[in-house]
């Protein structure tokens, strides 16, 4: 009798570890105000936009019609650059958990951003913030999906996914509030971002 009883007060408390494990991963709250997903931190919102900028609104769909594919500017981000801005943070851009994000301050100016035909394949409608975590399901950073949602990274942004994992990383979108054309994939599991466009 003492072992049954044994046995089920081990079952209890390996269920109740098990509960509380499952907790985290349904996305509870945050102290920085962002949420958890399987133990991690998710911003609550997007980047504000860049201070002193005006966004340039896109043209027409009538002035795109027949036009080339977009094009994106090949740049690189400067190499004098350094996203590493304390001990143990990434060098690439990424966001704290008081919800700062380290990395987007260019503006809308910036030259590696610029499509000549922005939102060509469409606005993604999938659903943005902590609210809509997204598996990878495939792909790489020319072109990855889930969800049936396709995306290709910015080809200054390259260099900050090559730690990716394509078929399994989870991430969030976010809108670019700069760059027109751009959303932003926050990756759960690294805590850094790219720039994305959708491809429909």
Known sequence: MKRIIGLLIVTLMLSAYAFAQRGDERGEQHPGGGQRAGGRYIPPHGPPPARGQQR?????PAQTRGAAPPRVEESRPPENRNYRDREGHPNAPHVHPNGQWVGHDSGGNDARYHLDHPWEHGRFR?????SHVWRLEGGNRERFWFGGFYFGVAPGD???CNDWLWSSDEIVIYEDPDHIGWYLAYNVRLGTYIHVTFLG
């Open 56 to 60: 340039v609104q896109p043209s027409s």
């Open 126 to 130: 999938g659903g943005f913030g902590p």
């Open 158 to 160: 390259f260099a900050f």
